[in-house]
């Protein structure tokens, strides 16, 4: 508990929806990022446990973003969080360093495994 | 592809991919509003681009739409419409909040409705893939609240060369007795439709023993 974790969505409404379910399990959001661009400069500053990350988005998409955190902190956790239908792009993004993924939409039991077996 | 090109089989093809298409979309549905939502596809069709408008009840037919680009070997653009006077509604399903004014949901309110459109997209898109494995990726929604054709026209204006038809799943979601009307549309880039039946004749072939 009281795990650091940043959330990386273009929607609004998805940030809120993960938060409300970590906050209210006792993790602790410290930071949000619209598009991985932001993300990567945010991680860099924030050097949260857990990055939560939606991989279609505007500027720069999540795959991409799990790259530039990776490269520049190999042992980063990123968890993505993609729609159906977006099977391959999970694939890639797991390639790229990312631990796990979650589909959205999704249920806040889901979340939470995923999120505790992530953080290890 | 002209329209009358379509066969029988191609149609019954999409419907079950509609049906299979609206079940996840249910699914996913139940799960953002955290209660059982249930579901029939009423029609699958495809139509001139043209008749569209009309489809959803006129030019000017107040309509919601969640637009995105759709990547991958199939691209082109994908809609959910819904009913303009029910999004305000929805979105108070979605974000625990009732919007006052339809015409400008607030900012969370805008995302919700966004989101739903983008993750309905995902789940008729996954059951697509499912039965012909096209890999179709859709892009990030835009929201629209205007006129039927309105809305078609700036959408449109994105796709250079498309197709002249719109692939339509058209489903009833019944959520406590409440119904609501989505239609999921289609429009492919000018090539894409070929490429999509082929893919449906080779997923029905059968293995040759010969």
Redesign the interface.
Known sequence: MGHRVMLVDDASFMRMMLKNILVGSGYEVIGEADNGAKAVEQFKLLKPDLVIMDIIMPEMGGIDAVREIVKSNPSAKILMCSSMGQQSLVVEAIQAGAKDFIVKPFQPSNVLEAVKKALG | MELENFNDFQLDALREIGNVGAG?AAT?LS??VGRRVGMSVTKVLVLPTEAIAGFLGGLNQNVAAVHMPIYGEICGIALVFFPLERINELSGM??GKKEENPLHLS??GE??I??LG??L??????A??RFVHI??????PGLALDMAQAVLDTVLVELEQKEEIAIVIETEFLENEKQLTGSFFLLPEAGSLKKLFTAFSKSLELPNNG
Do not use: P
């Open positions: 996840n996913a799960q953002m979605l974000i900012e969370m995302s919700a966004k989101e983008s993750i997209t995902g789940a008729y898109l996954s697509l893939f890999q179709m990726i859709h892009g990030v």
